[in-house]
Structure formats: C-alpha cells, structure tokens
C-alpha cells in the first residue's frame, strides 16, 4: 500500500512555489505504517494538497497514484470506494452536518464500513471529552468540541493512510495531545501513515519523515 | 453489510415544499385515471360496437355512390365511378373487394305477355357473381341465346305487390314470380331492337335492384348502346366491418354516399372513439406535466440538500448507492398513486357496467388487461424518470 506523489505541483501556483519546496514537483512514496509531519506556512497549499490526496480536487500537474492507480483515472465509484476504504481525513474546516447531532454525525461514517462497534463511538467521545454531547447537534458545538467530533469520525472506517489538516487548530495543548494519542493508537491498529500537516513542528507527532511544503 | 439510509433521509430537505410535492401526486394520480378511464371506455366501445356479432358470409356488402350536389348535377363524369376509383378502392385495406353496379346503357322495355297485361320501360344492372347473395346455377348466359335469367330485388316484387291491385293486376307470391316469363325488349339506334325472355330465377335480399348476367349486359350495352366503358352510378363493396372509422372516415373523405342505417353504429362509435381518444391523449399530457413538476420538486430537494448530500458523497458514499436510495424513497408513494388511480377506474367500470350497461354480457366489470398493463407501465415509466433525475442530480454533485 504506497501513496505516491509524482512531480506534484497545484496548477494555480506559480514557480517562485516550487521552488524551496521539499513536496511540490518531487517524487515522494509514502507507505503504511510512516508517520509524515508537513510543516507549511499559510498559503504554501497544505489544504490543497490534503484534498488532492483526498481526491477532491485534481486542479493539479503531476500525478497522485495509490497502488499503482493513478487518482486521475478513478471513477467517482473508485473515489468512493477509495475513501470508505483506503484513506481517512480530518479536515482543517471539519465539514459535519450541522443538523445532526454528534452520535449521528459519527454514525454516518462508522456505518459505511464499521471498523468499530457502535460502543467505541461513547468510548472515545468520553476520551475526549465530548462524551455530553454526543445528544447536541453540532451546529451549536464549539468549534473545539466540533474538531474533536471530526477526529473520532474519522477514526471509524479502516484505512491506510489518515490525513490530518491543521487539526488542531482550536484546540488546546492537551486536548491535541489527548486527541493525538488516540489517533496514533488507531493507526498502529490499522498499521497505517498518518499525513499529518500543520503550520509548525509539533512535539507530541513522532513523525518519521518531515517535510517542508 | 449493508449501509443503512435510514440516518440519510433526514438529510434530504423536503420540508418547506411540500405543496409542490402533493400536486404533483394528485396531478400524476388525475393523469393516471384519466388515462386508464380512456382505455377502458375504448375498450368498451369496441366490445360494445365491435361487430362481434357473426354475418352470415362474415361479410359486410354495403352499396355506395357518389353525392349529387348542385354543382355536379348533370355532370356524368362527376357522378359515376370510373376504374380508377374502383382501383382506388378496392385498394385499401378495410375493403375485401368493390364491384361496379353497371347499368344498361340503352332503352329496355319489360312486359309481362298475355297472362298479365303489364308493360314497362325499365332498368338492367349486372354485378359480379360473387357480391349476390342468392345465385342459382342457371344465372348464366350465353351470347344466341334468347333467353335471360334475372335476379329481382325482393323489395321490388314487395313493392309491386302494394301497387298491382289498384292496377287491376294479380299479387304474385315468391314462388308464382319466378314461373312468370317476361319479355324484355332492347331497342338500340336506327330503330334496332331484339326481344328476349326472361324469369325471375333468385329474389336478392341484398341488391336493390334488377340484375342480369354480366356477359350479357356487356353485350347488350355494346350492341344497342355503343360503349364499353365501366362507368358505374353505384359501388358494391365487400367489407368486413361496415362500422369500422377508418372505413366511414375514407368514404366521408371522398364525399361517396352510403346506406346510413348499415353503418349508424359505426358513426356513433367513430365519435365516441374519438372523444375517448382525445381524452386519453389529454390524460397522457397530464402525466407528462405531472412527471415534470415531479423533477422540477427533486431537482428542488436535491438543490436544498445539496451541501449535505456533496458531503455524503465526501465521506465515501456511493453515488450510485446514494441515487438508487434517494429515488427509492418515492416508490411507494408512485405505486400507492396509481394503484389508487386504478382502484377508482375498476370501480367506474363496475358502476358503468351495472348501472349504465345493465350487466351487459358482452362487457365486463374487470378491468382489460391492458389497462392493467398500461398501469404497470405509468408505475415503470414514473420509477425510471425519477431515478434517472436524480442519478444525475447527484453525479453533477460529484
């Protein structure tokens, strides 16, 4: 299982970009079980390039090929498949349903392809510390509380790779860090790659390769 | 396993729109019953006026001609059939075969010899053999001899047996007619004439008329008359329905005139036909409208939800899952339409078959079959419309 990024550049991006870069226009292989810290300045493209990997958008040059399957080729069956399946995200801007309350919203995802019970959702609610409200629609969460939602979400499928963008933003040093164990713990259960991207270096990711964007 | 829809379906937003979502309901369900009620009421026409009932020979002969009007008055050529009318109708499909009734082209006179004093100038026709009804083996001729067999209209002889005893002659029966020779005398140009005898051999229920054999009437009118041209003031037409529209319809078309009575039901039916087609094609259009008010409500739905169902679609959820979940939804409520469309027409046609029709036994008060089928294929025809919307509503999601 090999994510790899081909001469990687988004198409909006002009040269002065690619320049210094140690992931825009490189080949990099990323496989199962790495843990891979971004560091990236606002701007740089860290979303970008999280939602290329993700493939929602394929504004790019270059190619992203999972197991030698380029994601330019894939269907929007193939995409669906590859995200129930293969690749996991935490999105910077989170995207939950507003209307549902927290239990469904990570209900939605567990159901797709269970790779926990139900009862894990409560467990890891509890863990971290949004176990009260899992009954509130997320619409009136904080934006803190709404991250954690969007972690544990994410920690409900299998996957290969788990890509993290700016994940942490509203949250404090020890609620990331509680967060950050826990993801660590699923991941080394999947034996998965966590992509972690972020503006700065953070000390409690044991990242295996870092790379400037 | 399979990924439950239930959490989903209160992600599509159909709350404010209802109104628009239940006219489309009833207006599908009209269109349905309106539709189903056409087929049915044609169905029953058919039954009804169908001419189910067997003829003897399994044939229609119905006499036509050509309407005299002011403006074709006196104009031979207007008012006979020339042969390329006869071609023109013995071509078309609902008639089994056209026959020209020909008439003698010169002046015959008939009498009755010494037993009956009676004398009169008349008329001869000749027809094929094959559009009489009642042709003895003796209704032939051959050119020499003077003798000629004649088939007399049965309503003739009636009529002459209401006029003789104010003449002071004898009332004849069916079987006395035919012992009675006649003398018929043709007289040509310059003062030609030759005599022949003649006997009722058949009396036709059929043709009006007084008929002779052909060949002689051929001979007759090229000898005394100086034409041969097949130009005939009446038609006989063979058909297998009378009353079939598309027969009555041809002849309205060409203005030709026919026995009204023989082919009554057929107009009545051409009518009723009509409106019921009209009002099935009408039906027809209410459901198109119906389906496309439906698509306009999805494509609203679809619009509404539109940022949940992207982010469904985010999280890995399949498109194709997605469309045939969302446009299954609507599947009970397309069936429970048109099944209640259909439970109204099975009960107008009980109603119309009970009390309108007095149970009669040609009819039934089921439905056809193909009422049944046409209800399957609306329920078919809504599923598939409202899949495919959405599958493309969603996949522009994507």
């Known amino acids: 299982m090999q994510l790899q990024l081909q001469q990687l550049l988004p198409v909006y991006f002009d040269d002065n970009y690619r320049n210094g870069s140690e992931v825009w226009r490189k080949d990099l292989t990323f496989s199962k079980g790495e843990y891979v810290k971004i560091?990236?300045?606002?701007?740089?493209?860290?979303?970008?390039?999280?939602?290329?990997?993700?493939?929602?958008?394929?504004?790019?040059?270059?190619?992203?090929v999972y197991n030698s399957a380029n994601l330019r080729n894939y269907t929007a069956e193939d995409f669906a498949g590859y995200r129930k399946d293969h690749v996991s995200i935490v999105f910077q801007d989170m995207r939950l349903f507003p209307e549902q309350n927290v239990f469904e919203n990570i209900e939605l995802k567990r159901q797709l392809n269970p790779f926990h019970p139900v009862e894990k959702i409560k467990e890891m609610a509890e863990r971290l510390g949004i176990g009260n409200k899992l009954a509130s629609k997320s619409r009136i969460c904080s934006y803190g509380e709404q991250q954690r939602v969007a972690i544990i979400r994410a920690l409900m499928q299998p996957f290969d790779f788990l890509l993290l963008d700016e994940p942490f933003s509203h949250l404090?040093?020890?609620?990331?860090?509680?967060?950050?164990?826990?993801?660590?713990?699923?991941?080394?259960?999947?034996?998965?790659?966590?992509?972690?991207?972020?503006?700065?270096?953070?000390?409690?990711?044991?990242?295996?390769?870092?790379?400037?964007? | 396993m399979a990924v439950s829809f239930k959490p989903i379906r209160s992600l599509l937003q159909t709350g404010t729109n209802t109104s628009s979502r239940w006219f489309s309901y009833i207006g599908l369900g009209i269109g349905v019953l309106l539709l189903l009620c056409s087929i049915q009421m044609f169905i029953n026409i058919q039954q009804l006026l169908g001419g189910e009932d067997q003829r003897k020979e399994g044939y229609d002969f119905i006499s036509i001609s050509k309407t005299i009007t002011n403006e074709t008055m006196g104009q031979l050529e207007k008012n006979l059939f020339n042969e390329n009318d006869i071609k023109d109708i013995s071509t078309q499909p609902f008639i089994q075969g056209a026959s020209p009734l020909v008439a003698n082209r010169f002046r015959v006179q008939l009498s009755a010899g010494d037993i009956i004093p009676?004398?009169?100038?008349?008329?001869?026709?000749?027809?094929?053999?094959?559009?009489?009804?009642?042709v003895p083996p003796n209704f032939t001729w051959k050119e020499g001899q003077d003798y000629i067999p004649i088939v007399f209209s049965s309503d003739f002889l009636e009529i002459y047996n209401v006029f003789a005893p104010g003449y002071g002659l004898p009332q004849l029966s069916e079987a006395t007619a035919s012992q009675v020779v006649?003398?018929?005398?043709?007289?040509?140009?310059?003062?030609?004439?030759?005599?022949?005898?003649?006997?009722?051999?058949?009396?036709?229920?059929?043709?009006?008329?007084?008929?002779?054999?052909?060949n002689f009437l051929d001979w007759a009118n090229n000898k005394f008359g100086n034409t041969?041209?097949?130009?005939?003031?009446?038609?006989y037409i063979k058909t297998k329905d009378a009353n079939n529209p598309d027969f009555l319809s041809y002849l309205q078309q060409k203005n030709y005139k026919v026995n009204k009575d023989k082919t009554k039901f057929g107009r009545v039916k051409q009518v009723l036909q009509g409106i019921f087609s009209g009002l099935g094609i009408f039906g027809l259009l209410v459901v198109i409208l119906a389906l496309m008010l439906f698509s306009f409500y999805l494509q609203l739905m679809i619009a509404r939800s539109k940022d949940n169902l992207q982010l469904l679609l985010l999280m890995g959820y399949s498109p194709n899952w997605l469309s045939k979940n969302v446009s299954k939804q609507f599947i009970p409520v397309y069936i429970l339409v048109v099944l209640a469309a259909l439970a109204f027409t099975e009960s107008m046609q009980w109603a119309f078959h009970h009390f309108a029709m007095f149970d009669r036994p040609e009819l039934s008060s089921l439905l056809h079959w193909s009422v049944l089928a046409t209800a399957l294929?609306?329920?078919?025809?809504?599923?598939?419309?409202?899949?495919?919307m959405v599958r493309k509503l969603l996949y522009k999601l994507v």
């Open chain 1, 39 to 64: 560091v990236a300045p606002s701007g740089s493209g860290k979303s970008s390039l999280m939602h290329f990997l993700y493939g929602l958008r394929n504004e790019y040059s270059g190619n992203i």
């Open chain 1, 172 to 213: 404090d040093e020890k609620n990331s860090q509680n967060a950050m164990q826990l993801m660590l713990e699923e991941a080394k259960l999947r034996n998965a790659a966590i992509i972690f991207a972020d503006l700065e270096r953070i000390d409690y990711f044991p990242y295996t390769r870092l790379f400037h964007l």
């Open chain 2, 118 to 134: 009676f004398s009169t100038d008349m008329f001869l026709e000749s027809l094929d053999n094959s559009f009489i009804d009642t």
């Open chain 2, 182 to 214: 006649v003398y018929i005398t043709c007289f040509g140009e310059n003062g030609v004439k030759q005599t022949f005898r003649g006997s009722i051999v058949a009396l036709s229920d059929r043709v009006n008329s007084i008929i002779v054999p052909k």
């Open chain 2, 228 to 235: 041969t041209n097949v130009r005939a003031s009446r038609l």
């Open chain 2, 377 to 388: 294929f609306l329920i078919g025809l809504s599923l598939i419309t409202n899949y495919r």
